[in-house]
């Protein structure tokens, strides 16, 4: 026998019960978005590397050591997408959206890519429902976002959801503080390791979201950036607080929170899920004024978020591994009526209904057990007596009652 083949670490397949509330999820989006005047974009899989090197910065895990990254035939190197906010600002530039009435709202749903250790929820190939609104720097928008995000976990349920709300200032505070904040781990550079140094000579920001403890015991006492806001960022922070206060989302106000990524600017906002244990974050994203220019285009600030789809369908717990169920299964337990009632079958689907019948000339005993294993509300059985009367036998298999229904009125009083 062969040695058996598997999916690569750090991927998985979706079964059927899991993609049922995949689906809740993607119809959920969908609708939510809608009602906020948002468009689907699709972007390609795979983009020219420089665009993730120049947008998502050279300081971040992703560009250091995360990204799937190859060269093609042509000679062009090339990165598997392992976020979605680059990707639709090139298409933004690409297409000229700057021409069209701002701010323009687009919406996704796409795997992304990352090489980073495998843990709950978390794999190297993972979904992501993600918005970008593009070509306003207005702080009402921002809220706008936040709240879009906060709505979708409520339409779908997800328990135990908690915000974290920061900001990053604009250019002139994060220059003000970069300096203090260089000088004060210059003074703790022997207790930094090398790769924190190497870091922090690219952006000291980065230090605040590292995961080494050593690195996180030097940063506790380092000066935060909220100390250095000018009076417009800060009134920009404080204008996203009151929208946000006015609506009634409650948030928790985090002065370390930075996010993994060197575009953002002012707001960045990150949830979390209470169901999810130590690796808590489900969601989160923020604004970034300056995406657009590094990567080309002209000036255009944006604001956007991404969230987990693995990260959802865990936090909905038992849900994801419940068969979807049928709404009925038709049970013919004579094997020369199976061909003459495919007709019937096909009838009940397009009437809209979940229904599946034996493809394996089982018996009626194990029709009975196919039904049950498979969910089925009903089971609608039709043998030659049926046949002769013109009267399907439908048992309820909640309660084993069972009522006789005309055959050609089948697909409407089952429906």
């Not at 993730?52 to 990165?79: N, W």
């Not at 060197?262 to 906002?269: I, K, P, Q, S």
């Not at 999810?276 to 989160?284: D, M, P």
């Not at 809209?352 to 493809?359: F, I, K, Y």
Request: aromatic residues 6%; contains cysteine; glycine residues 10%.
């Amino acid at each position: 026998m062969s040695a058996r083949v598997h999916a690569p670490r750090g991927t998985r397949d979706v079964l059927p019960a899991e993609s049922a509330v995949r689906a809740l999820i993607e119809a959920a989006a969908r609708e939510t978005f809608a009602r906020h005047a948002y468009g689907r974009v699709t972007t390609p899989t795979f983009e020219d590397l420089q665009l993730f090197v120049r947008g998502v910065g050279t300081s971040t895990d992703i560009v250091r050591k995360e990204m799937y990254v190859f060269e093609d035939q042509g000679g062009r190197r090339l990165a598997l997408r392992p976020e979605g906010t680059a990707g639709v600002a090139r298409a933004y530039v690409e297409h000229g959206m700057h021409k069209l009435p701002q701010p323009v709202k687009l919406w996704y749903l796409a795997p992304m890519f990352r090489q980073e250790a495998p843990q709950s929820g978390r794999y190297r190939e993972h979904w992501q429902v993600g918005a970008e609104a593009i070509g306003s720097e207005d702080p009402l928008l921002d809220a706008e976002v936040v709240s879009l995000l906060a709505g979708l976990y409520e339409a779908l349920g997800v328990p135990g959801v908690r915000l974290r709300l920061g900001t990053l200032g604009d250019s002139a505070t994060r220059a003000a503080h970069r300096g203090e904040l260089g000088a004060f781990l210059a003074r703790h550079a022997d207790d930094l390791p090398d790769d924190a140094r190497a870091r922090a000579a690219e952006n000291p920001l980065r230090l605040f979201d590292h995961k080494d403890p050593a690195v996180a015991a030097v940063m506790a006492e380092a000066p935060r950036l909220v100390a250095f806001l000018t009076p417009e960022a800060a009134a920009h922070i404080g204008t996203v607080e009151a929208v946000l206060d006015a609506m009634g989302i409650e948030y928790a106000r985090d002065d370390s929170l930075v996010r993994g990524l060197d575009y953002y600017t002012h707001t960045v906002f990150e949830f979390t899920c209470d169901a999810l244990g130590a690796q808590s974050g489900i969601g989160g994203g923020g604004r970034y004024d300056g995406l657009v220019e590094q990567i080309g285009g002209p000036p255009a600030p944006g604001v956007g978020f991404g969230t987990g789809v693995e990260r959802i369908t865990l936090a909905l717990g038992s849900v994801a591994s419940e068969p979807a169920g049928l709404d009925c299964y038709v049970a013919i337990p004579d094997a020369d009526l199976r061909i003459t009632l495919a007709p019937l079958v096909a009838t009940l689907r397009a009437a809209g209904l979940r229904c599946e019948t034996d493809l394996r000339g089982r018996s009626m005993k194990a029709m009975m057990r196919h039904a049950n294993g498979l969910g089925a509300r009903r089971v609608v059985i039709i043998g030659p007596r049926e046949i002769d009367e013109g009267v399907a036998t439908v048992r309820d298999m909640s309660d084993g009652s069972e009522r006789r229904i005309g055959i050609a009125e089948l697909a409407e009083a089952l429906a």
